[in-house]
T-cell receptor, first 114, second 115 residues
Framework: DSGVTQTPKHLITATGQRVTLRCSPR?????VYWYQQSLDQGLQFLIQ???????AKGNILERFSAQQFPDLHSELNLSSLELGDSALYFC?????????????FGDGTRLSIL | AQSVAQPEDQVNVAEGNPLTVKCTYS??????LFWYVQYPNRGLQFLLK??????LVKGSYGFEAEFNKSQTSFHLKKPSALVSDSALYFC?????????????FGQGTELSVKP
């Protein structure tokens, strides 16, 4: 058990809808990362937050947004959903914000767009 | 551009034999390299990392990796494979220049260890 909790485990919705994915990091970790895993794109970094502030940004679509709250949990909001957004979304956490930090991954939220 | 390549989609090994999962990288500056393992329906688990120092890095579950700067490689190795090592393995690089802890992953290698 990594200590990173993601909810829900599965989400099925329709095109055009909006969903929110939630992540609770390991106790003591200040950084939260979001990744998207799909068959065609592989594992793609979306965004990192450190102690409530955006730290690094990857290939995150404008329809997607994230935030980290004062209690350090994070939410990833996906709107105007398209079929291509179907993927496994992982949250990871680490103690610090730098590039030498091992990241600890949750078990993911599987998003299916019908 | 920073990138990671895992040239083999699948590696098949007999239990008890040594295993190698290959990774090459392309990055400017000093590479920070990682190996992660993913079991079915689970998140990735950290195995080991290379930041600096000794080129041979030891990690979890008996795995080790060898950093080779001249060949820009970071191959994952284990002297004696177990059936329970069967999983999807990812090599990753953390790029420099103020990109936080962002990881760029290879496409993954499916390791199958047969009894």
């Amino acid at each position: 058990d990594s200590g990173v909790t993601q909810t829900p485990k599965h989400l099925i919705t329709a095109t055009g809808q909006r969903v929110t994915l939630r992540c609770s990091p390991r106790s003591g970790d200040l950084s939260v990362y979001w990744y998207q895993q799909s068959l065609d794109q592989g594992l793609q970094f979306l965004i990192q937050y450190y102690n409530g502030e955006e730290r690094a940004k990857g290939n995150i679509l404008e329809r997607f947004s994230a935030q980290q709250f004062p209690d350090l949990h994070s939410e990833l909001n996906l709107s105007s959903l398209e079929l291509g957004d179907s993927a496994l979304y992982f949250c990871a956490s680490s103690v610090g914000q730098g590039r030498n930090q091992p990241q600890h991954f949750g078990d993911g939220t599987r998003l299916s767009i019908l | 551009a920073q990138s990671v390549a895992q040239p083999e989609d699948q590696v098949n090994v007999a239990e008890g034999n040594p295993l190698t999962v290959k990774c090459t990288y392309s990055v400017s500056g000093n590479p920070y390299l990682f190996w992660y393992v993913q079991y079915p329906n689970r998140g990735l688990q950290f195995l080991l990392k290379y930041i600096t120092g000794d080129n041979l890095v030891k990690g979890s579950y008996g795995f080790e990796a060898e950093f080779n700067k001249s060949q820009t490689s970071f191959h994952l190795k284990k002297p004696s494979a177990l059936v329970s090592d069967s999983a999807l393995y990812f090599c990753a690089v953390s790029p420099p220049y103020n990109q936080g802890g962002k990881l760029i992953f290879g496409q993954g290698t499916e390791l199958s260890v047969k009894p």
